[in-house]
């Protein structure tokens, strides 16, 4: 019987790479994005560049339930089964700190972030209930730690890691193993005009040197989707190129570095 993915914001950047990546290991994929042309348009690339392979592409708009509900209704006509679910899609939120942050604003990070990826994550979870699967989670090292400008959006991917630890034991009867991905900066198009003073800046904060790249993710993704992590539920692996390790700000420790030895 054939295996099937199902990847929210999937048609573009580190969707589009996990989606090549589970097509890559024999499964077919479902993609979802606002935009059903971008999803059909991201489909069909998986279709010509993995020939064995069967993409679908699905519009869904992550903060509406019904639409949830409907996109589902659609994905159930391509496939009894469900294996692997991945819930990338993402509001980022970005500028919205405590005070500039109105009800508005936060019911649009909080109703895709975190309402949609549940809603999701419960549909997908009945079309597993049966055989079993995987569900992972994308969540940030935002929802661990802060910075400026990105308080609602941390707040949701925290409200993440714990969504992870109840899905996962609620789901485990049925066979469903849940983790997060809690991913730090990725190299992704938005990158693509940043000046190299301003990478070189960014870079002397992680202490392996450079981002992840969207390989890095779909690698790390596929590890938690895999029978590679088949003991694994509950629990988050960290690709951040190592943010979250120091306390105080990171600074070049080449002084730092013995030769005595």
Known sequence: MSKNALITAGSKNTGFEIARKLAKNGYNVHITSR????????????????????????SLELSCVSDIKNAFEKIRKNTD?????????????IGLDTFSTDEESFDSVMDV???????????????MAKN?????????????????????Y????AAVGAMTKYLAFDLAPYGIRVNCL????????????VEESELKRRWANYPVGHEASMEDIANAVYFLSSDLSRSTTGT??????????????????????????
């Open 113 to 127: 972030n975190v309402k949609g990826t549940f809603f999701s994550s419960q549909q997908a979870a009945k079309m």
């Open 236 to 261: 988050s692996l960290t690709v951040d190129s190592g943010v979250l390790l120091p306390i105080l700000p990171y600074k070049d420790r080449k002084q730092y570095k013995r030769s005595d030895f």
């Open 81 to 93: 089964s469900l294996d692997i679910f991945i819930g990338n899609a993402a509001n980022l939120g």
């Open 182 to 193: 809690v991913a730090g900066a990725i190299h992704t198009d938005r990158w693509e005009n």
């Open 154 to 157: 941390g707040i949701s991917k």
């Open 132 to 152: 079993g699967g995987v569900i992972v989670l994308i969540g940030s090292v935002q929802g661990l730690g802060a910075v400026e400008g990105r308080a609602i």
């Open 35 to 58: 935009s059903e042309t971008d999803a059909k348009n991201a489909a069909k690339r998986i279709e010509e560049e993995f020939e064995n392979i069967k993409a679908y592409g699905y």
